[in-house]
């Protein structure tokens, strides 16, 4: 049974770091891994995500401040988030295919295609 877990998530002033992580117990695949946000009211959106070998892709909003990271051994995904914004402030949830040759999809994700954790609330607000 596969398990997401999130954590890391708090309130920040703007202009400050938080750094995310997500273990993914029993995922079987080689896979890519996936961050989403949601905010109130507004769709999921793709933040970033990382493959297997290791290549990450961003957001246009959040490149340059925000770095995706992956512990095989560990079977964790992390977020660095860093000069955050108000505009930052939202549910973040990571996430992995259920297929072992599905996609991290760069989009609004199809929620029946991967496995989700239960979410950390991100909050930047002076």
């Known amino acids: 049974q596969v398990q997401m877990v999130e954590s890391g998530g708090d309130s920040v002033q703007p202009g400050g770091s938080l750094r995310l992580s997500c273990t993914a117990s029993g995922y079987p695949y080689r896979n890519c891994r996936a961050w989403y946000r949601q905010a109130p009211g507004k769709e999921r959106e793709w933040v970033a995500d990382i493959d297997f070998d290791d290549s990450t892709y961003y957001a246009d909003s959040v490149k340059e401040r925000f770095t995706i990271s992956q512990d095989a051994a560990k079977n964790t995904v992390d977020l660095q988030m860093n000069s955050l914004k108000p505009e930052d402030t939202a549910m973040y949830y990571c996430?992995?295919?259920?297929?072992?040759?599905?996609?991290?999809?760069?989009?609004?994700?199809?929620?029946?295609?991967?496995?989700w954790g239960q979410g950390t609330q991100v909050t930047v607000s002076s």
């Open positions: 996430a992995a295919p259920r297929d072992r040759y599905g996609i991290c999809q760069r989009s609004t994700p199809k929620y029946d295609a991967y496995y």
